[in-house]
């Protein structure tokens, strides 16, 4: 593709964003990044004209949105944020800027902001697992652990399917001491990824909070096996290894 793609014509819009996915789907976030900028400048433009303004808001809010997955990608959480509330700005109901945004927070741990957001989320559509997902993150965040556990049940009540909702219901039950409890949310992350890192890692640590120090270091030592550069699984191994008998 040459630079004449981007010119100020409308339909060169639609092109430019199938553009954009292929990048991002390649992992060529600087080329998609720069696309995307362009695409945003093209709907700029547009705006400006009464005809096509409806149509060049929502596209600048689909390349806001696809601009803070790129920064996201790059672990560039200061610009998702920036980029969040520029789409979140232009159309106050698009629950997916307000995903991106309380994702953003979450990572820079401003807990109550991120659960601030997640909450929107959850009011412009109640049955998004990302949002609930989202607001237990925050509250697990903020020690909130009971209010994070009703937030954990209901990502797995929209989508039993998926390792998240298991993986917070387990955070939230460990930081509430009930360690058989959250052995059982292991369980059924195990029982769909047989071979996941932190389902071992997470299984070790509520057997060493049981004092069941033997068990809990064969879990570790799958964890190890599984993935050997991570420092959680040998930290386990250590304290399972010295853990009083």
């Not at 014509?9 to 954009?20: A, P």
């Not at 997955?69 to 610009?79: D, G, L, N, P, R």
């Not at 992350?189 to 120090?213: C, E, F, Q, T």
Request: hydrophobic share 40%; aromatic share 10%; charged share 30%.
């Amino acid at each position: 593709w040459s630079s004449d793609v981007c010119s100020s014509d409308l339909e060169n819009i639609f092109v430019l964003r199938r553009i954009i996915n292929i990048l991002f789907g390649l992992k060529e976030y600087v080329e998609a990044k720069s696309w995307a900028e362009n695409t945003i400048k093209i709907a700029e433009k547009l705006s400006l004209s009464p005809m096509y303004q409806a149509f060049a808001e929502q596209t600048l809010v689909r390349n806001y949105g696809m601009l803070s997955k790129i920064y996201f990608a790059q672990s560039e959480f200061q610009k998702v944020e920036n980029v969040a509330r520029k789409a979140r700005d232009l159309d106050p109901e698009d629950k997916i800027s307000w995903s991106q945004l309380s994702g953003a927070l979450l990572r820079q741990r401003r807990y109550k902001e991120a659960l601030d957001a997640a909450e929107e989320v959850n009011r412009i559509d109640k049955n998004d697992s990302f949002g609930w997902s989202n607001k237990a993150r925050a509250l697990i965040g903020l020690k909130r652990f009971e209010d994070a556990r009703l937030a954990a049940e209901k990502v797995i009540e929209l989508a039993p399917k998926k390792v998240m909702g298991w993986d917070l219901l387990h955070r939230a039950l460990h930081s509430l001491h009930l360690f058989e409890e959250a052995m059982e949310a292991d369980t059924q992350i195990l029982k769909m990824k047989p071979r996941d890192y932190w389902g071992h890692v997470s299984r070790a640590k509520d057997l060493i909070a049981l004092n069941r120090a033997k068990e809990a270091l064969d879990f570790a030592d799958k964890a190890i096996e599984i993935n050997s550069s991570k420092k959680e699984g040998w930290n386990l191994k250590w304290n399972a290894l010295y853990a009083p008998r």
